[in-house]
């Protein structure tokens, strides 16, 4: 038995069977190992989860136990995290790379009843009394864990008893939790709902032509999440799943060679180190789609990977967030054709609505027509459809600052601003908490950005604002390509740069800075908060 019936709605974990019984001997992941590459097939994936979903719920986790879910992207993740949703229970994802303080008051908050994680994890527990409440640990990966039932047990157990039969979620508890990266103040813990996560990944499906006969190189964790239920090969590459932008691009080449991968993930920061350091002569002939979220993804950066790859493959951006993805999605034959002018991040996704409404301080609870911004101005982006989730996990205030009704429906406020031309394409103009507010008027951060970075000898640049609420000074903080200064000269030429531009007129002051700090999941979203403070202390 499954955990699907026919009557029954489908879910992830049931995908996942159901891929099983269509091509047991196919590989559903390939897992770098102490030899070479590992392979599981997906009839010994399906076999691990349904044994592991029966040890989990003889130990006591079941519908509705929330599980901290601490296993790097090793094959037990992919049967713990099947697992967990088989038994209905509900996985609390928090990344590590966002610092222990932070997974500590993120653990905190969701107050999970189970802790599942590698030995690391658990040591880390110990240690920083995480989850002092939980009452079942589960040892996870290849070193055994004192105290805790290891995955392997539950799986024998699981096996004894038999095919896993079904069990109900309880009515209104969420499929997951799924903390952000806190790029803008404290994560926060996104209730996932099993239909949210199905209508992403059959988005994600439909958007890029995946499934079965795909070799999926996934250097992103959520993004590997869905391989298996969408019937595509996953691979793992070797690298510090916590640490993207260290990742060794002559190893992810060998990856996407060895096992022919055809669609790849990976943060703009990721893409940066393929194109740039893949090893000379690279070709990358099976690599059809290469998808980037996260930040923005420069332009130059997506041309140096299609470089690599046969004609007619593309870079795809999709737009969105922890709380509601995909949003929106380019590709990059359209996106290279467009005028350079900026981040275009594409259309809405069909089922999804964005609306750009003018900036509001505080909870709006209603989308009203007077909302919207004019045509081609830039506005808040409110988004609606199955993807939007539908709350945030214990924080009542965060849920209602960025949910609202949209024609009686439930919409979410992505902290975003962007505007949409013409032809319904949106422009990301960055984030609302970014924008500074000069005594002439609001400076949005990426168009104003994106101005000054077209100076050859620059790699990126952060508006950031010094000074009082609402009279701040403007401040371009500059980071140059290896090889460049800021000198006198350049100064001179990008001051000619801003001058040029509407949107950046104002901006006269700069500072170099030797690396631009960055958000530790992506390491890709420049830290604009940590560059406003120290900008503050290099003019003071
Ligand atoms: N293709 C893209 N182009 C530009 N920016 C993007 C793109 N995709 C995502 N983003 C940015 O990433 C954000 C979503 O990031 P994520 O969900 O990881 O949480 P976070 O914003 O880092 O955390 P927090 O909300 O806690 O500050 C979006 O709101 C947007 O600002």
């Keep these: 038995m499954t955990a699907t019936s026919p009557q029954a709605p489908p879910t992830l974990d049931g995908l996942l069977a159901e891929h099983a019984a269509a091509r047991p001997g196919a590989d559903a992941l390939v897992l770098p190992g102490p030899l070479g590459f590992r392979r599981v097939t997906f009839a010994a994936l399906e076999r691990r ?26 094959a037990d993740f992919f049967v713990l995290a099947y697992a967990l949703l088989r038994v209905r229970a509900v996985p609390v994802v928090v990344d590590p790379g966002i610092g222990l303080d932070r997974v500590r008051a993120c653990l905190g908050e969701a107050a999970p009843e189970a802790f599942v994680g590698v030995a690391k994890a658990h040591l880390a527990r110990r240690v920083l009394r995480w989850c002092p409440d939980a009452w079942v640990a589960v040892g996870a990966g290849p070193v055994p864990v004192p105290g805790a039932l290891s995955l392997r047990r539950l799986e024998r157990e699981g096996a004894r008893r038999g095919p896993f039969a079904p069990v109900a ?10 903390f952000t990266s806190g790029s803008t103040g404290p994560p926060k813990g996104v209730e996932h709902h099993e239909d949210g996560l199905l209508a992403q990944a059959g988005l994600v499906r439909d958007l890029y032509g995946l499934g079965p006969g795909d070799v999926s190189l996934a250097t992103f964790p959520p993004f590997a999440l869905f391989g298996p239920a969408l019937g595509m090969t996953t691979v793992v590459p070797r690298m510090d799943p916590t640490k993207p932008a260290k990742v060794v691009p002559a190893r992810l080449v060998r990856a996407a060679r060895r096992t022919g991968a055809t669609v790849m993930f990976g ?9 740039r350091g893949a090893p000379a002569g690279t070709r990358l002939p099976t690599l059809r789609q290469v998808i980037s979220a996260g930040a923005p993804v420069p332009r130059d950066v997506q ?79 409110v988004v609606r459809g199955p993807v939007v989730s539908p709350a945030y996990a214990d924080r009542p205030a965060a849920t209602a600052a960025a949910k609202l009704r949209w024609d009686g429906s439930l919409a979410h406020r992505m902290g975003d601003l962007a505007s949409a031309d013409a032809a319904g394409r949106l422009w990301f103009a960055g984030r609302v908490s970014h924008v500074v507010h000069t005594a002439g008027g609001p400076l949005h951060s990426v168009p104003c950005e994106e101005v000054l970075n077209r100076h050859p000898a620059v790699r990126r640049t952060a508006l950031v604002g010094v000074g009082p609420d609402g ?23 990008l001051r000619a740069l801003a001058a040029d531009d509407a949107r950046t007129r104002s901006i006269t002051t700069l500072l170099e800075h030797p690396g631009l700090p960055v958000d530790p999941r992506h390491n890709s979203k420049i830290d604009r908060e940590a560059l ?9």
């Excluded at 979620?169 to 799924?178: E, H, Q, S, V």
């Excluded at 790859?309 to 593309?314: E, F, I, K, N, V």
């Excluded at 406003?532 to 003071?540: F, S, T, Y």
């Design 169 to 178: 979620r309880p009515t209104g508890t969420p499929a997951a939790i799924l």
């Design 267 to 275: 943060s703009p920061a990721v893409l940066d180190r393929l194109g």
């Design 303 to 381: 041309r140096r990977v299609l470089a690599l790859l046969d004609p007619g493959a593309q870079v795809h951006t999709p737009y969105g967030a922890t709380e509601a993805l995909p949003v929106a999605s380019v590709g990059s034959d359209e996106l290279l054709d467009l005028p350079d002018d900026g981040i275009c991040v594409g259309r809405p996704v069909p089922g999804v609505d964005v609306a750009l409404v003018r900036p509001t301080d505080g909870p709006i609870e209603e989308l009203t027509p007077d909302r919207h911004v004019a045509p081609g101005e830039v506005g808040e982006v």
């Design 49 to 74: 989860v349904d044994a592991a979903a029966g040890g989990l719920l003889a130990a006591g986790v079941g519908p509705g136990t929330r599980t901290a879910l601490l296993v790097p992207p090793v």
């Design 471 to 493: 009279d701040r000074r403007p401040v371009a903080v500059v980071e140059m390509l290896p090889g460049h200064r800021l000198t006198p000269v350049v100064a001179d030429e």
């Design 532 to 540: 406003g403070r120290w900008a503050a202390g290099e003019l003071a």
